[in-house]
């Protein structure tokens, strides 16, 4: 799913194409995209673009006739400017065209249309926006609830616009592991969990504006070769050369270092520790001796 850096460079390429053009006319191949159908997506026609803002993980395009369209690529939603390839929306504005495809057979994508930034707030998790918070800000809104750091980062209720594949660079740049606890954590802890949010956001959104220059992004994903952990399961931790390891729970896993994040200690995966029972090792080292006994 596009998260900070990919919704951010998204916006960013959408201003250079179609800020301050008017769509003419929006089609649709499925009409379970919309969500919503007040106001009519005809009245989007003939309207100027002429605002833009990240909702989380959401895309808001504001027209001059104050309506905003609000769009969700979820997890294998993507855009493209003039793009050929077969559409589920086409937004075709006086310089050229914003489409939207979606792989795989599963339509998760989702357009919200409302009349007015009022409506916009319904679909707003309300997540802090920790770019701009303070570290007094991020400390009592990630501390108000007692979860895994996993899920309080991926929550969009707690923390806005990062999902799972950030997380798992962020606990790793930390040097925390995913299961510990959000109340648990020291004063210095949650510093460094703050400055390591900041510090990877950033360093991704830089170098997916980099990388995209002055086209249109066209190469959003989850994984990227100059990512720490995530996505590199059993390939070794560039800081330490430990193999990484991982939880899958479900269509989601967490990848981690267990020299750099859990002390060595192997995080039990649900499905082969309910398999394994107590066979599952404790530390690399044990499953390396199981692996040659």
Not at 80 to 105: K, M
Not at 214 to 227: C, D, H, I, L, N
């Amino acid at each position: 799913m596009p998260e900070y850096p990919d919704i951010t460079v998204y916006i960013e390429a959408i201003e250079r194409h179609a800020l301050n053009h008017t769509l003419q006319t929006v089609k649709l191949t499925t009409p379970f995209l919309i969500r919503t159908y007040k106001p009519p997506i005809e009245s989007f026609h003939s309207q100027k673009l002429v605002a833009l803002r990240r909702i989380g993980k959401r895309i808001g395009f504001g027209f001059s006739n104050r309506h905003w369209l609000v769009l969700h690529l979820m997890i294998a939603g993507r855009l493209h400017w003039n793009g050929r390839r077969q559409a589920l929306a086409t937004f075709a504005f006086d310089n050229g065209s914003l489409t939207l495809t979606e792989a795989g057979t599963r339509r998760q994508a989702a357009v919200h249309l409302f009349d007015g930034e009022s409506g916009i707030a319904s679909i707003d998790p309300g997540g802090l926006e920790v770019m701009d918070a303070t570290l007094a800000e991020f400390t009592e809104r990630f501390t108000a609830e007692n979860h895994t750091l996993k899920r309080s980062l991926t929550d969009p209720h707690i923390l806005s616009g990062i999902g799972n594949a950030y997380s798992d660079e962020i606990l790793h740049h930390a040097r925390l592991s995913p299961v510990a606890l959000s109340q648990k954590l020291s004063s210095a802890e949650i510093e460094r969990l703050f400055h390591s949010i900041h510090d990877r956001l950033t360093y991704f959104t830089v170098l997916f504006r980099q990388q995209t220059g002055t086209g249109f992004p066209e190469k959003v994903t989850a994984f990227r070769p100059e990512m720490a952990v995530h996505g590199k399961f059993k390939e070794p931790c560039p800081h330490c050369a430990t193999p990484i390891q991982r939880i899958v729970h479900a269509a989601n896993e967490t990848n981690y270092c267990p020299a750099c994040q859990t002390g060595g200690k192997l995080l039990a995966d649900r499905a082969l520790s309910r398999l394994l029972g107590k066979d599952w090792p404790k530390t690399l080292e044990e499953m390396e001796l199981r692996k040659h006994s």
